[in-house]
């Protein structure tokens, strides 16, 4: 898969979950509320794989897959960016299994009814909601 997209929002944090800018940007575009979860990386899971890292891990262990976004915004201005990502659930916990660069111990996770990928980020910024997709490589 290629991903293409023009990247405008640098400086990036994780807002806390009750931001003001980040509530009215979802309750603008329909989305749902955003939890708090805590990252806690599981043995042989991979950096940027959080998908495969999920798939595997309910393999053994059992649990759900929940598919969402991890939200970052533009430190300093109301820009949002949404990256697709896969939490475990377990019973009412969800669990962010995916080792992290960044220092903080929890991630911003808004949860959707998405079954399969097909959005791999949307970006918020200057009030334009920019979504980029997924796309299939042809075959050599």
């Known amino acids: 898969m290629t991903l293409i997209f023009n990247q405008n929002i640098t400086n990036t944090i994780i807002p806390p979950v009750d931001?003001?800018?980040l509530r009215e940007f979802l309750s603008l575009h329909n989305f749902q509320n955003p939890i708090e979860i805590e990252i806690?990386?599981?043995?042989?899971?991979?950096?940027n794989d959080c998908h495969n890292n999920v798939i595997n891990y309910i393999s053994k262990y059992g649990g759900e897959r929940v598919i969402g976004y991890y939200i970052?915004?533009?430190e300093g201005k109301s820009n949002f960016v949404g990256?697709?990502?896969?939490?475990v659930k377990k019973g009412e916990k969800y669990i962010d299994i995916t080792p992290t660069t960044h220092s903080e111990c929890n991630n911003v996770f808004i949860p959707t009814n998405d079954t399969e990928l097909?959005?791999?980020?949307?970006?918020?910024?200057?009030n334009h909601l920019n979504y980029e997709y997924y796309h299939k490589q042809p075959n050599p």
Do not use: M
Request: charged share 35%; net charge neutral.
């Open 19 to 21: 931001d003001k800018d």
């Open 40 to 47: 806690e990386p599981k043995p042989l899971c991979k950096i």
């Open 72 to 74: 970052l915004k533009e």
């Open 83 to 87: 990256v697709t990502h896969s939490v």
């Open 118 to 126: 097909s959005v791999s980020r949307f970006e918020y910024y200057g």
